[in-house]
């Protein structure tokens, strides 16, 4: 395997990977979730927390998000290793389909339905949202990328062949 050269990464690797750095962050660092006011008051006084963090509130969906930062992160890493398109091109594919899959259950998770009723969403859900969002992009402008331009756009000269006997 090639050493890593980061000259070859392009704006799809380079926005999936930012965007599973800050997901990755954003899972730990902030609150997703915090008790409605009501009862964080009474939480509080008795010592219970308020708020959970992307990994403690979201118990089933926090693999599926492992998962897809870490194919986030292996673009980035066989993109700037590998001068071959194979490994890159499928896992543009993979990374798009994951941040795909991820930004749909983060959709329902924190716009449609918060894991509990007692929950108000907090900003690190929604900037979670935008990374997973960001992810997908990223997937999907990678693998626009490896296929290279348009025919039609490039000016290409027409030669045609003489008829001659």
Request: charged residues 15%.
């Amino acid at each position: 395997m090639n050493e890593p050269d980061l000259r070859r990464l392009r704006l799809g690797e380079i926005v999936a990977g930012a965007s599973a750095a800050l997901l990755l962050v954003l899972m730990f660092a902030l609150p997703w979730y915090g008790l409605t006011s009501n009862l964080s008051e009474t939480a509080s006084h008795e010592g219970a927390p308020t708020s959970w963090n992307g990994w403690n509130g979201l118990l089933s969906l926090r693999w599926l998000l492992l998962v897809t930062i870490v194919a986030a992160l292996a673009l980035i890493y066989f993109q700037a290793a590998r001068k071959g398109p194979g490994i890159p091109i499928v896992l543009s594919l993979i990374v798009t389909l994951l941040g795909g899959l991820s930004t749909l259950a983060l959709i329902y998770r924190v716009l449609i339905n918060t894991p509990a009723p007692t929950l108000d969403q907090r900003a690190g859900a929604y900037l979670g949202l935008l990374a997973a969002i960001g992810i997908a992009y990223g997937g999907y402008k990678s693998m626009r990328e490896e296929s290279g331009t348009d025919p039609e756009a490039l000016d290409i000269e027409t030669v045609r062949l003489q008829s001659g006997s």
